[in-house]
T-cell receptor, first 113, second 115 residues
């Protein structure tokens, strides 16, 4: 059984650019969530995808968007990057059920300069 | 809105000493509660979770936590600290539901273990 993998591991972008982060879910998991973890903070929920549809969103602006594919892998897209978008972005996958364990990837460290 | 408060951004213990990391939650109904650990440059790993009537929950690596509704607490303990326990620990809460899971995390507690 493979775990959750994210790519790339590190990324440097310029303010105003767009970025795409990728996540491969753990085998058998149909739900993917994305979290933003700023330095020294706990992760903040961005959104969740279930069966290719967004079914929950945190307090993030529309320039944060996502996709989930038929194989349950996922992308996080951020447009018009701002300096405050610099953070560790974590992807978590799980099977259906509010009490099931979310398995996290190692994250993508995004730096906006 | 749900929230989690972790008391103490840093906790220092000696190897072999008791580990106690504090977490208090705010929720209108009994929620699901989780403890995660994060090692440097890593993602989060689940230590344990509370989802049922069993108030004392045992997790991996010798950790356990007790759900106390009257105190709205879910403190994490380990009888004897190891050097390998040094990491960042996050308490998280989510609503009880059938499918949607939004984890609301605390700000974390960094555990330092000295020889």
């Amino acid at each position: 059984e493979t775990g959750v993998t994210q790519s790339p591991t590190h990324l440097i972008k310029t303010r105003g650019q767009q970025v795409t982060l990728r996540c491969s879910s753990q085998s058998g998991h149909n739900t993917v969530s994305w979290y933003q973890q700023a330095l020294g903070q706990g992760p903040q929920f961005i959104f969740q995808y279930y069966r290719e549809e967004e079914n929950g969103r945190g307090n993030f602006p529309p320039r944060f968007s996502g996709l989930q594919f038929p194989n349950y892998s996922s992308e996080l897209n951020v447009n018009a990057l701002e300096l405050d978008d610099s953070a560790l972005y974590l992807c978590a996958s799980r099977s259906t059920g509010g009490d099931t364990e979310a398995f996290f990837g190692q994250g993508t460290r995004l730096t906006v300069v | 809105a749900q929230s989690v408060t972790q008391l103490g951004s840093h906790v220092s213990v000696s190897e072999g000493a008791l580990v106690l990391l504090r977490c208090n939650y705010s929720s209108s109904v009994p929620p699901y509660l989780f403890w995660y650990v994060q090692y440097p440059n890593q993602g989060l790993q689940l230590l344990l979770k509370y989802t049922s009537a069993a108030t004392l929950v045992k997790g991996i690596n010798g950790f356990e936590a007790e759900f106390k509704k009257s105190e709205t607490s879910f403190h994490l303990t380990k009888p004897s600290a190891h050097m390998s326990d040094a990491a960042e620990y996050f308490c998280a809460v989510s609503d009880r539901g059938t499918g949607f899971q939004k984890l609301v995390f605390g700000t974390g507690t960094r555990l330092l273990v000295s020889p």
